[in-house]
């Protein structure tokens, strides 16, 4: 059985050079971006949140610049790049205006998703962004990005997204229809997967090599991509994309194939909270914070008594009560922010601090429970990892 479009809430789309721009003019595929603009409208109109991971601004670029076919030297792809980014934003803007939809643009790099601050900060834009109903377009920051810092492929970029914002589906497109046991290019005998429940050596063998002149991407990297995305509880979808309106296509039932994941976003955030992340600090809270947190609150300052350890924004901590380790979370402060604070109500943070910081210390999206609940108040024993935090 192969999972129902109209089930999912949170939809990361990736849309390739290949398909987003007309090989033989080098321009814009104008007629197919907005047949696609019509399926996220679709999506958009019955409440789903959309983001879209878009190539193309080096491809746009290097037509407007006049650069030569072939491989491009760092440089060129930089200054391609930079002027391909702005049409690339501009094509977007207007597609998705037709549909009433206002975009966004996020730029990053390597670094915005790996390194701990920088990933906090941009998944609060994008956030905030889907909060207020609009669809942020990703792309790599090709200006400054270099071969050693970046991720050389949007697929990946793509997946790294999805688990970021805790999106429930990841749909990349694609010149193919989906995975086959060998390259149909290659073996005619080659058999069209339609699900992948798990990914296995003899999954990541059936890839096959690199992609066009236009494209960096290839079946190897959204194998890759796949591996990311179901670790963290995204579902991935690899569709052909070279049809008009292929998101209908997808829902209407058309050949691609779907990777499942056996958890969630929220669970494998939780998971990966309470048991991948080494605490860089301790959070000593009181009793009513800790009753609080026991209902699916958020850890707010007033209920902060002691911090222990030096540790920085958005990294792991431990959170505990009187009778010992309650919870762990990602931190919302520097060590020394929170010293000044806790104890104190949230409204006073900008006094204290000199800026509008988070009302949480440690929010609730970002916490989960690992201790034991009183007796008098759970009367059910240990508090599950998962199932105990909001």
Avoid at 44 to 54: M, N, P, Q, Y
Avoid at 151 to 162: I, K, Q, W
Wanted: proline fraction near 4%; charged fraction near 25%; aromatic fraction near 4%.
């Amino acid at each position: 059985m192969t999972p129902d479009l109209g089930s999912f809430k949170q939809i990361v789309l990736k849309v390739g050079s290949a398909l987003l721009v007309d090989r033989a003019r080098g321009r814009l595929n104008h007629a197919w971006l907005s047949a696609l603009a019509e399926d996220i409208g679709d999506l958009h109109a019955r409440g789903a949140d959309v983001l879209i991971v878009s190539s193309g601004a080096i491809a746009l670029g290097r037509t407007v610049l006049g650069l030569p076919p072939g491989a491009l030297r760092l440089e060129e792809s930089q200054a391609a790049a930079a002027v391909g980014q702005i049409a690339l934003a501009r094509y977007w803007s207007e597609a998705l205006a037709h549909q009433g939809i206002t975009a966004g643009q996020i730029l990053v790099t390597f670094t915005d998703t790996e390194e701990r601050r920088r990933y906090l900060n941009a998944r609060a834009t994008a956030l905030k962004l889907l909060e207020l109903r609009s669809v942020p377009v990703i792309n790599e920051n090709d200006t400054v990005a270099t071969a050693e810092i970046r991720y050389g492929d949007n697929d990946r970029l793509a997946a790294r997204v999805a688990t970021m914002i805790g999106a429930d589906l990841l749909v990349l497109f694609s010149d193919v229809d989906g995975l086959y046991t060998a390259p149909p290019a290659m073996d005619p005998q080659a058999r069209h997967l339609p699900v992948v429940e798990r990914i296995t050596p003899a999954i990541e063998a059936m890839a096959g090599g690199a992609a066009s002149e236009l494209s960096r991407g290839g079946m190897r990297t959204k194998i890759e991509a796949a591996k990311i995305a179901t670790a963290g509880g995204t579902h991935m979808v690899i569709a052909d994309g070279r049809v008009k309106n292929p998101l209908r296509r997808v829902a209407e039932g058309a050949r691609c194939t779907w990777f499942q994941t056996p958890s969630n976003p929220a669970t494998a955030r939780k998971t990966w909270i309470a048991g991948s992340l080494e605490p860089r600090g301790v959070l000593q809270i009181d009793d009513g914070a800790a009753r609080a947190l026991r209902k699916g609150a958020s850890l707010l300052p007033v209920g902060v008594r002691r911090i222990e350890g030096s540790f920085a924004r958005g990294d792991a901590v431990v959170i505990r009560d009187a009778r010992g380790e309650l919870a762990r979370g990602l931190v919302a402060y520097d060590a020394e922010d929170a010293a000044r604070i806790i104890g104190r109500a949230s409204r006073e943070i900008e006094n204290l601090l000199g800026y509008h910081g988070r009302t949480a210390m440690v929010h609730r999206d970002d916490m989960v429970l690992t201790g034991s609940a009183p007796d008098e108040e759970a009367g059910e024993g240990p508090i599950s990892r998962i199932e105990g935090a909001a």
